[in-house]
């Protein structure tokens, strides 16, 4: 945990302590917005500003770098050298949620149990390496009102820190070879990446082609999600991702793409998933939300990710309820699940009365799986004329069948006459 005005407690300045930061900008050349900066952010001062803050307060760089928690690999190699010596001067403590009393779940199906509280209670009572999978789409910290009334509006490192605490919980529980995916905003991604790294064996980022915000000025159009897939080990136990059906016009099912030559070797049951996802569509048709005044998950998002990263009987996990979505798409793939819920599970509960809706909606999308063209494209592209697998293959056998002898196979003819 990076604790609050490090950097001036590193550099002996009050943070709040208006004049003393003054002083600081004076004596160093640098302005105290760039200074608040450095201490708002857990920040590095770099080049000669670094050089400036070493010459004027006589705090070393390694100092400096240990109280902002900034550990290079140089760092890391003097902590991990003298490790003995580093635990004989304190232990670090743990920061855990003790369970109040043991929680009970308040829905059970033949599959699944979902628990209403906190997710680090919930999990305290799972034993280790006992999940094939687990699942997290926490808060974002948008300061959005959530019916639990959870804060989400941290302070940055305090958002990052409580993230820690419940991956390390869900890192815990995982099975060997076991997925662990990580759905969130591509800022708190990229420095979560950094605590699973030192615990996890990175497979993929996948970027989900979704618009999440307005354009915000300044800054380029925020149009994706991340995705972090990782693995407990070496390699994961299970991958079996479905192949897509390649891209055509939606009005006359035409090529979207120029494949040439290479028409006669695309694979009749679809195109190999890449780590950019584009056809996974937000859930705002009334048809498709299962709770009102929240955004919520796309079935067909977590039919693709059980369906790559586990088996039928696994055991998945999400500790963000949410509407429901990854525990509807385990029940209907037939995998065990656990979940839990901090706020209201009326809409969660609510949704299993519709799981045979739910299976037709999941059933529609799978149909246009592990299929280069659908059985309606198909249709389609034959009724057009439109080269399919089986036209362009006919015709390579139909050339190969009809191309003349060669040279070097005449004599043999005439040997065998």
């Known amino acids: 945990m990076k604790r609050q005005n490090a950097f001036f407690e590193a550099l002996g300045v009050d943070a709040t302590n ?24 857990h920040l590095m001062p770099s080049g000669t500003e670094l050089e400036k803050i070493i010459e004027t307060t006589n705090v070393t760089k ?43 779940p308040v829905f059970e199906t033949n599959l699944g149990k979902l628990y209403h509280g906190n997710c680090i209670e919930v999990l305290m009572q799972m034993p280790s390496n006992s999940v094939d999978m687990v699942f997290a789409d926490p808060p974002f910290n948008l300061n959005k009102l959530y019916p639990s009334n959870i804060n989400d509006d941290l302070k940055a490192e305090q958002y990052l820190d409580w993230c820690e605490d419940w991956i390390d919980e869900c890192v815990r529980v995982l099975k060997f070879g076991g997925a662990f995916l990580l759905w969130n905003l591509p800022k708190w991604n990229s420095a979560l990446s950094n605590f699973l790294n030192d615990r996890l064996t990175f497979r993929h980022w996948i ?47 035409g090529d979207l ?28 048709h009334n048809k498709y939300k299962r709770r009102e005044g929240a955004n919520e998950l796309s079935l067909k998002l977590l039919d693709r990710i059980v369906e790559m990263s586990t088996d039928e009987g696994d055991i998945v996990f999400d500790p963000f309820g949410g509407s429901g979505t990854t525990y509807m798409a385990s029940e209907l793939k037939k995998r065990k699940w656990i979940g839990c819920e901090i706020g209201p599970v009326d809409d969660i509960v609510n949704r299993f009365d519709h799981i045979n809706e739910e299976r037709e909606i999941l059933n529609n999308y799978r149909d246009n799986l592990n299929s280069l063209f659908p059985k309606q494209i198909l249709k389609k592209r034959e009724k057009e004329g439109l080269w399919t697998c089986e036209s362009v293959r006919s015709k390579a056998a139909l050339k190969m069948s009809t191309t003349t002898y060669t040279e070097n196979s005449i004599p043999q003819l005439a040997k065998t006459k």
Request: hydrophobic share 35%; glycine share 6%; aromatic share 8%.
């Open 207 to 253: 970027a989900t082609d979704i618009k999440y915000r307005l354009p915000i000025k300044g800054r380029l159009y925020p149009a994706h999600y991340s995705l972090l897939y990782y693995i407990n080990g070496d390699k994961p136990k299970t991958f079996h991702p479905d192949r897509l059906p390649m891209q055509v016009c939606p009005k006359c099912s």
């Open 62 to 104: 390694l100092k400096l770098m240990l109280k902002l928690g900034c550990v290079d690999h140089n760092v890391a190699g003097m902590l991990s050298e003298h490790a003995d010596e580093i635990i004989t001067l304190f232990e670090k403590e743990k920061k855990q949620t003790k369970a109040k009393k043991r929680l009970q």
């Open 257 to 284: 793409k120029d494949y040439g030559g290479y028409k006669a070797k695309m694979n009749p049951a679809g195109v190999n998933m890449s780590d950019i996802w584009i056809d996974i569509p937000p859930v705002r």
């Open 18 to 41: 208006s004049k003393e930061v003054t002083r600081l900008a004076v004596i160093s050349g640098i302005s105290v917005k760039k200074l608040r900066y450095y201490n708002e952010h």
